[in-house]
């Protein structure tokens, strides 16, 4: 019967034979994209925002559109929003302009300074964002910044400066402005800018700026500036500087390993390790 029913069948005719395969496999979330989107249309202050209400749609993308645009999950791409502290106004998402940025911090400062509040101290959230209200600011931008400068007390009522978040942000005002330094000079312009109560602390700066300490200068880096596949990231830095201290080049690998893969396979796959004498630190160089 078995015969019977294949002779009933149709013949099947093979035009060609593959003898390889695909293999899916999970990929770090692609985020180059993303900067690109979000910088199209900054929030650059009230006045310049309102010239943009006739189209608020311009340049800005809903969570759709960006899921649409860029290589992630819904959950990667949320913690990478985070990340760049991106804005969102009217359910659509874009970056907060640098000077806006900046400008910002400064009335944080001055609210602070002109109300007698410590800004090393623990403050009524509330309070805060009424004096940046106050200021001229929009509550929706009060609020955002308030979380990107500072950190939230376990009920939400309080709120208190990160001092490292303000060490860098004016960091890179400073940095955009003028690339390289004296690593004196530079701490001591960042000791002016800053309140008594933020340390201006140089070994902050990972991802922003590297410090040569033969010539104790200091020049400008930001992570944002460097390609985004290992191949032109290493060979950028390695580019700037032929060797590397771990602890240098770990804030400058952010993002670039897969699932999976370890930051020691990064390196072992792009860099090759140097140690003059036991007693001396481990170097990376290009391999």
């Not at 990340?83 to 900046?102: F, K, T, V």
Request: net charge negative; aromatic share 6%.
């Amino acid at each position: 019967m078995q015969d019977s029913a294949a002779s009933a069948r149709p013949p099947i005719k093979v035009t060609a034979t593959v003898e390889t395969h695909m293999e899916l496999v999970p990929i770090a979330p692609r985020t180059h994209q993303l900067n690109a989107l979000l910088q199209a249309a900054p929030y650059m202050g009230p006045e310049e925002e309102g010239d943009l209400r006739s189209t608020p749609a311009q340049g800005r993308c809903t969570l759709t559109d960006l899921l649409s645009h860029v290589q992630m999950s819904e959950g990667e791409l949320a913690a990478a929003l985070a990340q760049r502290g991106a804005l969102e106004l009217d359910g659509r998402w874009c970056a907060l302009h640098p000077s806006y940025a900046d400008t910002a911090l400064q009335l944080i400062f001055l609210c602070a300074g002109e109300r007698g509040w410590d800004l090393g101290a623990t403050l009524p959230r509330a309070d805060m964002h009424a004096a940046l209200e106050q200021s001229g600011m929009d509550p929706r931008v009060a609020g955002h910044c308030l979380e990107r400068f500072g950190r939230a007390g376990v009920a939400g009522e309080d709120w208190a400066l990160d001092p490292k978040e303000a060490c860098r942000q004016e960091a890179r005002r400073q940095l955009s402005e003028r690339p390289t330094w004296s690593c004196g000079d530079f701490e001591a312009s960042l000791r002016h800018a800053l309140p008594e109560s933020v340390p201006a602390d140089l070994s902050c700066l990972g991802g922003i700026a590297v410090i040569d300490e033969a010539s104790a200068t200091l020049q400008y880096l930001p992570l944002d500036s460097l390609p985004a596949d290992p191949a032109g990231r290493f060979g950028a830095l390695f580019a700037m500087r032929p060797r590397w201290r771990l602890e240098e080049l770990e804030p400058y690998l952010q993002g670039l390993a897969d699932p999976g893969q370890s930051l020691e396979g990064l390196l072992l796959k792009y860099t090759r390790a140097i140690q003059a004498q036991p007693s001396c630190p481990v170097l990376y160089a290009a391999r």
